[in-house]
Each structure stands twice: as structure tokens, then as C-alpha cells.
């Protein structure tokens, strides 16, 4: 599962840093404010890639899906990203459960089995 939702956080994080730009020249905001708030969602999406396996941390994912779909309001093209990012992370979350619980049936069939040597 960490494998597949840091993949889809590291996808956020550009797509972040883009939407900061097109956001400094299409809103009234200014620079500071734009590059405050991108700049923290982007660390986020790093500092989850780490911490994706301990408690809460999937739980702050979903607040960044969250916070992504709400940057609509700025950027309205990110109402959509947003919504695609969260059905990726939902799929990458939901699949990735699934391929850590056919890793571990594998480890412990494996296990299982006497040595034929």
C-alpha cells in the first residue's frame, strides 16, 4: 500500500506546485499567501510519504484529497484534479491493502512449507 499511495502523493506534490503557479497570475492572492499555503500542502505530500504506515497517517491523506479539491475555489480546474487525485488515492489505499494481504498469505504459505532439502 505505501508503495502505491506515495506514488500518488508524489503526483500531488507536482501537481501542487503547478496549480501554485497558475494561481499567482489567474487570483487576486498574493504571491506570499499562494506559495505559504502551496508550499505547506506540498511538504505534506513528502512528509506523508513517510509516514504513511503510522497511525493517522492515512487519515491526513484523506484531509490533503480534502484541502486539493477545496483549492478549487482558487483554481477551479483543481475541483477536478482534486476529485481525480482522491479516486486515485482511494484506489491506491483500497489495491494496496489487498496486494500487502496476498504478500503476507504468500510469506506465510511459504512458511508453511517444509523444506524439500
Given at each position: 500500500?505505501?508503495?502505491?499511495?506515495?506514488?500518488?502523493?508524489?503526483?500531488?506534490?507536482?501537481?501542487?506546485?503547478?496549480?501554485?503557479?497558475?494561481?499567482?497570475?489567474?487570483?487576486?492572492?498574493?504571491?506570499?499567501?499562494?506559495?505559504?499555503?502551496s508550499?505547506?500542502?506540498?511538504?505534506?505530500?513528502?512528509?506523508?510519504?513517510?509516514?504513511?504506515?503510522?497511525?493517522?497517517g492515512?487519515?491526513?491523506?484523506?484531509?490533503?484529497?480534502?484541502?486539493?479539491?477545496?483549492?478549487?475555489?482558487?483554481?477551479?480546474?483543481?475541483?477536478?484534479?482534486?476529485?481525480?487525485?482522491?479516486?486515485?488515492?482511494w484506489?491506491?489505499?483500497?489495491?494496496?491493502?489487498?496486494?500487502?494481504?496476498?504478500?503476507?498469505?504468500?510469506?506465510?504459505?511459504?512458511?508453511?512449507?517444509?523444506?524439500?532439502?
Open positions: 500500500m505505501r508503495t502505491l499511495c506515495a506514488g500518488t502523493l508524489l503526483g500531488e506534490f507536482f501537481v501542487i506546485g503547478f496549480a501554485g503557479l497558475v494561481a499567482m497570475r489567474t487570483t487576486d492572492l498574493s504571491t506570499g499567501t499562494v506559495w505559504t499555503v508550499g505547506i500542502a506540498m511538504a505534506l505530500c513528502l512528509l506523508l510519504c513517510g509516514v504513511l504506515t503510522r497511525p493517522g492515512l487519515a491526513l491523506g484523506w484531509l490533503l484529497q480534502a484541502g486539493l479539491i477545496a483549492s478549487g475555489f482558487a483554481v477551479p480546474t483543481m475541483f477536478f484534479l482534486g476529485v481525480l487525485f482522491a479516486a486515485l488515492w484506489a491506491s489505499v483500497h489495491y494496496g491493502r489487498k496486494v500487502d494481504e496476498a504478500k503476507a498469505a504468500r510469506a506465510a504459505a511459504s512458511a508453511a512449507e517444509p523444506d524439500a532439502a
